[in-house]
């Protein structure tokens, strides 16, 4: 095994942005990831975190509703490491806690030596339904976007590559974070686990980055032939496209990360993983020649984008072959959930 040098890859370029509109342009255009220093570099969140850890923790512990905060805890053996364990369960425990209680515990942690302390992550914290004050406080024009706002808090911490199918603006409120970057192309090269039991939703990277093992994963060398890396402080934003892959690291001994997750496509249109998961379930089985009539008619019917196999039919009569609107996948939704229930 080896160890990645993050300095040895490519950085990601870095875009100056000089208002709102600027923004939202490279937004709607940009397909692949860019940094802007200083983006939010003036949010009260920023300016607290530039004061210390505990400050920070105590303008959000001030903030946060009086309701229970899910964290995640291991122990320091992990070194950071939200992961599998043996068995392919997961290597952390969950826990429900009130957040000044949970601060309290970084508090605690502040003067051991940094291998003895436990790992603890709060993530994708929804912002809205935890805090009073902290969106309208520290916010961001994105112009037409409705994001879903979210926080996410920890120490020292790696977490493992995976993709979202949102957009993703990644903003530094506290302490460092490093982001290594694969364009979407990539994931054979990145050794996914199962996409049906993972750590947090979405399949992740089974290549330890802090110590990559070739032999076991010789293609991952040409995912890191692509690879990009940022690493981002207090303020620094990171726009991360819709299925990039991306492994985070919390390089501080306190780091707090708050993104916006937004859909550029309707939302009527659903979420791919699940037409995987059902072709798999379908599909992914069946004999050789016919696995290979269904990757046929999936290309004429979806990835051409389905124009030949329309063109020759009467408007009014196209049903689903037409472009979707809210009410066409509206019954196609009830149409699935009848048969997936038969």
Same mark, same amino acid.
């Given at each position: 095994? &080896?160890e %990645? +040098?993050p300095?040895?890859? *490519?950085? @990601? ?5 000089? !208002?709102?509109?600027a923004?939202? &342009?490279? %937004? +709607?255009?940009?397909?692949? *990831?860019? @940094?802007?220093?200083?983006l939010v570099? !003036? ?5 607290a975190?530039r004061?210390?850890?505990r ?14 905060f ?5 122990g ?6 939200l992961?599998?364990?043996?068995a ?12 000044p209680?949970i ?6 942690a502040?003067?051991?030596?940094a ?17 009073d ?7 961001l024009?994105?112009g037409?976007?409705?994001p879903?706002?979210?926080l996410?808090?920890g120490n020292?911490?790696?977490?493992a590559a995976?993709?979202d ?27 996914l ?5 993972t ?17 076991r ?7 890191l032939?692509q690879?990009q ?19 985070v ?5 306190f ?5 916006y ?14 037409a ?9 089985d069946?004999p ?8 046929a ?12 196999a ?15 609107d809210?009410?066409s996948?509206?019954?196609?939704h009830q149409?699935?959930?009848?048969s997936?229930?038969?």
């Open positions: 095994m &080896a %990645l +040098a300095a040895a890859l *490519p950085p @990601v370029r870095e875009l100056k942005v000089t !208002d709102a509109a923004l939202d &342009a490279l %937004l +709607a255009s940009e397909e692949t *990831p860019f @940094v802007v220093r200083g570099a !003036d949010w009260p969140l920023v300016q975190a004061q210390g850890d400050a920070v923790r105590a303008y959000l512990a001030d903030k946060a509703r009086p309701i229970d899910t964290v995640s805890m291991a320091p053996d992990i070194g950071g490491r992961f599998y364990d043996d392919m369960g997961v290597n952390f425990r969950m826990g429900k806690g009130r957040l209680d601060f309290a515990g970084f508090d605690k502040e003067n051991l030596p291998d003895q302390v436990p790992t603890v992550y709060l993530g994708s914290v929804d912002v809205h339904q935890f805090f004050g902290v969106a309208q406080d520290n916010g024009d994105l037409a976007r409705t879903l706002l979210s996410w808090i020292a911490t790696r977490i995976h993709n199918f949102p957009d993703n603006l990644a903003c530094v409120v506290a302490g460092r974070r490093r982001f290594t970057l694969f364009p979407p192309d990539q994931f054979a090269n990145l050794y686990g199962p996409i049906d039991i750590p947090a939703g979405r399949p992740i990277s089974m290549v330890d980055f802090a110590a990559p093992d070739f032999t994963h010789p293609r991952f060398r040409e995912a032939g690879a890396v940022a690493e981002l402080e207090p303020g620094d934003a990171l726009f991360i496209p819709s299925l990039w892959y991306h492994h690291e919390g390089l501080a001994r780091n707090i990360l708050m993104n997750w937004w859909r550029d496509s309707p939302r009527y249109l659903g979420q791919p993983n699940n995987l998961h059902h072709a798999i379930m379908t599909i992914r069946l050789d020649h016919e696995r290979a009539v269904w990757r008619m999936f290309d004429h019917y979806v990835f051409s984008g389905g124009a030949d329309r063109d020759h039919v009467p408007a009014q009569g196209q049903g689903v072959l037409a472009p979707l809210a009410q996948a509206a019954r196609m149409f699935l959930l009848r997936l229930s038969q």
